[in-house]
């Protein structure tokens, strides 16, 4: 999709995001919405599952191990640990 918003094809968009970022467009992304889901977690009393769908994870499973993988920590100890 963003490779189609810069006219660009698939590929070399993804190559030339991953040199100027050093990450994959994918990583980058799934990166962005953990940080959201650790700062609604803090800042609000949702459930695990509602801020991992707010997040736009669709499985709370696949939430759980990319955040643990990320922060080190499962999304309800990170929440208890900051409280």
Do not use: K, M, N, W
Not at 36 to 60: C, K, M, N, Q, W
């Amino acid at each position: 999709a963003l490779a189609l918003e810069a006219g660009v094809h698939p590929v070399y968009f993804a190559r030339a995001f991953r040199a100027a970022t050093g990450v994959a467009p994918s990583a980058f992304a799934v990166q962005a919405r953990l940080e959201r889901a650790s700062t609604a977690l803090l800042a609000s009393e949702a459930s695990i599952s509602a801020v991992a769908h707010g997040a736009g994870f669709t499985d709370h499973s696949h939430f759980c191990r990319q955040f643990r993988r990320v922060f080190g920590v499962s999304p309800s100890v990170y929440r208890a640990g900051f409280r």
